[in-house]
């Protein structure tokens, strides 16, 4: 069973930075997708950023609203993903989520989720 964690979440005044980590354990074949996502309450999972692996070239994907700000990082042999938050505005608090699609030879390829980290940019 493949498990994700996240860390590094908190409270920060705008424009600040925060730098979330997700680590990931259990055994993993191969790595489709890494990256984050983010909710409020009421809301669905917004994108953030996502890493896909592809025969014709790997790609990373940012939302919008983050793009220029916000930055993906990866280091498969440690099995981590970090994710570098920079001018933070009120309107990036939300709960961030790591996720990953990962194959294994016995179950395929398996979309897994963290439990969360809560950011919350205010005053």
């Known amino acids: 069973q493949v498990q994700l964690m996240e860390s590094g979440g908190g409270l920060v005044q705008p424009g600040g930075s925060l730098r979330l980590s997700c680590a990931a354990s259990?055994?993993?074949?191969?790595?489709?997708?890494m990256g984050w996502y983010r909710q409020t309450p009421g809301n669905e999972r917004e994108l953030v950023a996502l890493?896909?692996?592809?025969?014709?070239?790997?790609?990373?994907d940012y939302g919008d609203s983050v793009k220029d700000r916000f930055f993906f990082s990866q280091d498969i042999a440690s099995r981590m993903a970090y994710l570098q938050m920079d001018s933070l505005k009120p309107a990036d608090t939300a709960v961030y989520f790591c996720?990953?699609?990962?194959?294994?030879?016995?179950?395929?390829?398996?979309?897994?989720w963290g439990r969360g980290t809560q950011v919350t940019v205010s005053v």
């Open positions: 259990g055994r993993i074949y191969m790595v489709n997708t």
């Open positions: 890493w896909t692996r592809r025969a014709s070239g790997n790609t990373l």
């Open positions: 996720t990953s699609n990962i194959y294994n030879t016995d179950t395929g390829s398996v979309t897994y």
